[in-house]
């Protein structure tokens, strides 16, 4: 690694020595950009580098509420607004017992590239809470959200801030969050939230946006080999919104989807899933909120408790659930079996061993600051439309999704191109999404 690029990750690693992930976030683009620096000396004169991994702003809050017992229970909220050069902080709220301020700052870096590789106008940030929503009835989920916009409220916007959901804020988390804050402040502002509700500001596909647009991501990919999804098997990790649409447009353009998971284990359909599969999928989840263990059960389809679906084997792999998930032991059994490309749906779902070890073996690889923009970008369509009082249809939403995940796939394409490494999409994504937002500090300067 160049020494200055060196110099700059070494200062991450002194400042906050236990934010582990933040360092793997920010390892894996500082070390992609030395033929940036090299070409463009006119960042490292304005200390974009320095600049660029600091957050501009970082809240950080407690949130009391009352459970069903009437007791009162303490959580942390936070809010990591991490750089807004190109257009409003951007990125979801996550509730989850893992949910602390490094895990936010990885997310809030990756959604900053991210966001900037869709060519919309928006920032990067990241927020949410180590409440955890699994097994809390609805009126303590709902008593949770008040109090969390209770505090919230003061530092979003539509012009300011824009947050949407994330793991463990779905639909309803949505609804009582856009609830308090209308409560709260006495405005519709119904570009405050995206992930709405279609009947109050919210966009149609955006449920199903990520998990589309890592297909069509994918779709991209494959296309440059003349290979597509028709007949393949695919493997796909999850069985959550990312992974639910993922798995259906994937059956769509012919593939045999062929696994799901939880963090309970793994079932695998070696004769791929069907529509009647996967519609129970969709209600043991969304509905019951089960555990995929019973749609192995109803199915008789074999189950590894604890396992992982990369064992399996198959020709596409779309990992959709969680950082880390897939290691280098996961991608030499992906290899071994045959698989000819892996799109990330999660963010930052591949260990780095488990990366280098796929793009040395030619195996199509894209990293999920690119192939999961899809929701991120669905939520820019939503805001447009709440913006100008507008409302649009199933097609033409699906219709600007596709067109921007085919954009960012040519963008990652040829930067991976133009800077000497063809087909590497995680060079290419890298650099890509950095320029646009360095450019733009470069250009407003030192207090961007």
Known sequence: MDKYIESVYQSILDKDPLQKEFHQAALEVLETLEPVIEKYPVFK??????????????????????????????????????????????????????????????LGFEQTFKNSLTTLPMGGGKGGSDFDPKGKTDGEVENFCHSFMGEMYRHIGQFTDVPAGDIGVGGREIGYLYAAYRKITNLHGTGVLTGKGYGWGGSLVRPEATGYGNVYF???????????????????????????????KAMQLGAKVASFSDSTGAVHAPDGITKEMWDYVMELKNVKRGRISEFAEKYNLEYVKGGRVWQFGGDIALPCATQNELDKKDAEKLISSGVIAVGEGANMPTTPEAVTLLIEKGVLFSPGKASNAGG?????????????????????VDKQLHGIMVNIHQNAYETAKEFGAPGNYVLGANIAGFMKVAKAMVAMGHLA
């Open 45 to 106: 004169e304005h200390k974009i580098l320095e600049r660029i991994v600091e957050p501009e702003r970082i809240i950080q809050f407690r949130v009391p509420w009352k459970d069903r017992n009437g007791e009162i229970q303490i959580n942390r909220g936070y809010r990591v607004q991490y750089n807004s050069a190109i257009g409003p902080y951007k990125g979801g709220f996550r509730f989850h017992p893992t949910v602390y301020l490094g895990l936010l700052k990885f």
């Open 218 to 248: 994918a779709q991209e990919m494959l296309k440059t080999k003349g290979e597509s999804f028709k007949g393949k098997k695919v493997l796909i990790s999850g069985s959550g919104n990312v992974a639910q649409y993922a798995a259906e």
């Open 376 to 396: 991120v970008a669905t939520s820019g369509l939503e805001m447009s439309q709440n913006s100008g009082r507008l409302f649009w249809s199933r097609e033409e």
